[in-house]
Every structure is written in C-alpha cells, then in structure tokens.
C-alpha cells in the first residue's frame, strides 16, 4: 500500500552543525507533504510544508526539499541547537482527508 | 486563544472498563483526527471526521469509537473490545478543503491498570 517511511531512525549532530534528516514516500499523488517536530509528550509541532509543483522552500533555519522523480523530501536544520532535539515526522497529505505519517526520526544534538 | 484541547493529560483504566478522551478545538476546523502513538514509533490514524454528523474510521479503528455531534467536539471512546490500550492519544484538527497542516493537542496518555 501507499506509505510514507523515513531511512533513519535516529541522527545525532554535534551543536552548530547542519542536520539533514530524509523521508521517502510513495504516493505520487500527494499534494502537500509535511514536516512536524514532537518533544517528549508533546503533540507535533508545524515546522514547514511544500506544496507539490515545488522543489524547495525555506522557512527560519529550515529547508525542505523535494524530489518527485525519486519520492523523496529532506528536512534541513542550519546551525543544530540542543532544542532542536526531537522526534521529526513526516507526513503527506492525501488531499484534505487525513494526514499520513511516517515512524519519525529522533535527532539528538549534543552541546 | 484558539486551539485545540486534549483532557486529561493522563488518565488510568482498569481491564474492562470504556473510556473517553476529550478533545476540544476552537480554530473553526472541519475536519478533526484522532491518532495513536506507542513508544518509539510514529502515528497511527484511528478515526477521523470530516464534517459533523459524519466520520471514517482510520487505520487502526478497531476497539474505539468516536462522535461528531457538534463541531468543536471529537471525542474518543477506547472500549473493552479494544485489547492494548495503553498508549499516547493525539487529537489534531485542520481546515477542511485545501488543508495543509494540522494542529495537534498535547495528548492524553492512557494506562491501563
């Protein structure tokens, strides 16, 4: 079936480096495709989305970017901060029905 | 403030008993999700509504249930039937047409004892 998955489970960064954490899916038909950051017992948070007529989108500190002829979307963080430790999603948007999300990967920043 | 509101924020259950999560949104929104979330892995869909009145069952419906009487409110019932319960439930809700990002309530996490 039509899945959304990410290649790694956990990423550890040293501060001030830049993060990348990936994400493939397979549903072509996606229109919008969508990044959330969750802290330990938290709901996710909105970090950024992308529509899918776009390559990149910038946000402050973040990047994403996606590849349609490859499935795959890109979440980078500039400069990693010890609060940007969490659990990053993503997820796409399978019109406005409901949201599909991957297992996440966990980013682990150490000062 | 708008937003969306989950309570309680923890709740214990005894084997067998039903129990209803509480989730409350002010945003205006159309739709509205309930998701499950066990340790170390990412959200599965339970139930989600469209419009009130109506809802579809998720990935994972099994064992809940939900009602949509009126717009702000989705509550979710983890029923008897339902055999591993313990978890960390996330309500979220989002504009209906063209919508693009949901927001999500801080969760209830459910133990059963």
């Known amino acids: 079936g039509e899945s959304v998955g990410l290649h790694l489970p956990t990423l550890s960064v040293q501060e001030g480096d830049n993060s990348i954490i990936n994400c493939a899916y397979s549903?072509?038909?996606?229109?919008?495709f969508i990044w959330y950051k969750q802290e330990s017992g938290k709901g996710p948070q909105f970090i950024i989305d992308?529509?899918?007529?776009?390559d990149k989108r910038q946000g402050q500190r973040v990047t994403v970017l996606l590849n349609k002829t490859v499935k795959h979307l890109s979440l980078q963080i500039a400069a990693t901060q010890p609060g940007d430790s969490a659990v990053y999603f993503c997820?796409?948007?399978?019109?406005?029905?409901?949201?599909?999300f991957g297992t996440g990967t966990r980013l682990l920043v150490s000062p | 403030d708008g937003g969306i509101t989950q309570s309680p924020k923890y709740l214990f259950r005894k084997e067998g008993q039903n129990v209803t999560l509480s989730c409350e949104q002010n945003?205006?929104?159309?739709?509205m999700y309930w998701y499950r979330q066990d340790p170390g892995q990412g959200l599965r869909l339970i139930y989600y509504?469209?419009?009130?009145?109506?809802?579809q069952k998720g990935d994972i419906a099994e064992g809940y249930s939900v009602s949509r009487e009126k717009k702000e409110s989705f509550p979710l019932t983890v029923t008897s039937a339902q055999k591993n319960p313990t978890a960390f439930y996330l309500c979220?809700?989002?504009?209906?047409?063209?919508?693009?990002?949901?927001?999500f309530g801080q969760g209830t996490r459910l133990t059963v004892v």
């Open positions: 997820a796409e948007n399978e019109g406005f029905q409901k949201l599909v």
């Open positions: 549903n072509s038909a996606s229109d919008y």
């Open positions: 979220a809700s989002s504009i209906s047409r063209g919508a693009t990002e949901a927001f």
């Open positions: 992308i529509r899918s007529n776009m």
């Open positions: 945003l205006n929104h159309d739709a």
């Open positions: 509504s469209q419009i009130v009145n109506d809802f």
